[in-house]
T-cell receptor
Framework: NAGVTQTPKFQVLKTGQSMTLQCAQD?????MSWYRQDPGMGLRLIHY???????DQGEVPNGYNVSRSTTEDFPLRLLSAAPSQTSVYFC??????????????FGNGTRLTVT | AQSVTQLGSHVSVSEGALVLLRCNYS??????LFWYVQYPNQGLQLLLK??????LVKGINGFEAEFKKSETSFHLTKPSAHMSDAAEYFC??????????????FGTGTKLQVIP
């Protein structure tokens, strides 16, 4: 059981380049989300999805795009990388349930540096 | 809007000493409460959660947390620290009525150092 798988683990981009961070889960979770982690700021929600075909913005969505064509996959696209997007990115998934208290399952992260 | 405050970005304890990591939330209705742990170069994993019922919650690796509504707190404790407990710990909350999505708010994290 792989859980949540993120690729790549590390990436270096030049300002203005675009790229896609991949995320896949094999737990049949309805919810998937992307967070960025910066020192002293905890985790901040970028985008989330409550099911295939449904996405919405989180707290810091600017400069990022998402889509969800299947239950398993939730890629994050950086449209034109900026140094401010240097961060560690985490994908997380959870079971929906009826009480919204299911824990999040995290991938191991992608460390992105934009020069 | 809900918020989470973790007092102390860094906490150092001696091996065998009590671990106490503080978390306070701010919301009009008590939310669901979680503690996650992050080991170096890994994602977060669930330590424990409080939803309803008993206010003292036991988690993995000997950790526990107590929900105190009057103090709006959910502090994490462990009676005796082990070297393997060195990690970053995050408190998180989800409102009971999320409006269709589990809106999780994380604290800024506390790095625990265990001194041999």
């Amino acid at each position: 059981n792989a859980g949540v798988t993120q690729t790549p683990k590390f990436q270096v981009l030049k300002t203005g380049q675009s790229m896609t961070l991949q995320c896949a889960q094999d737990m049949n979770h309805e919810y998937m989300s992307w967070y960025r982690q910066d020192p002293g700021m905890g985790l901040r929600l970028i985008h989330y999805s409550v099911g295939a075909g449904i996405t919405d913005q989180g707290e810091v969505p600017n400069g990022y795009n998402v889509s969800r064509s299947t239950t398993e996959d939730f890629p994050l696209r950086l449209l034109s990388a900026a140094p401010s997007q240097t961060s560690v990115y985490f994908c997380a998934s959870s079971y929906r349930g009826s009480s919204y208290n299911s824990p999040l399952h995290f991938g191991n992260g992608t460390r992105l540096t934009v020069t | 809007a809900q918020s989470v405050t973790q007092l102390g970005s860094h906490v150092s304890v001696s091996e065998g000493a009590l671990v106490l990591l503080r978390c306070n939330y701010s919301s009009s209705v008590p939310p669901y409460l979680f503690w996650y742990v992050q080991y170096p170069n890994q994602g977060l994993q669930l330590l424990l959660k409080y939803t309803t019922g008993a206010t003292l919650v036991k988690g993995i690796n000997g950790f526990e947390a107590e929900f105190k509504k009057s103090e709006t707190s959910f502090h994490l404790t462990k009676p005796s620290a082990h070297m393997s407990d060195a990690a970053e710990y995050f408190c998180a909350v989800t409102p009971v009525n999320s409006g269709g999505y589990q809106k999780v708010t994380f604290g800024t994290g506390t790095k625990l150092q265990v001194i041999p």
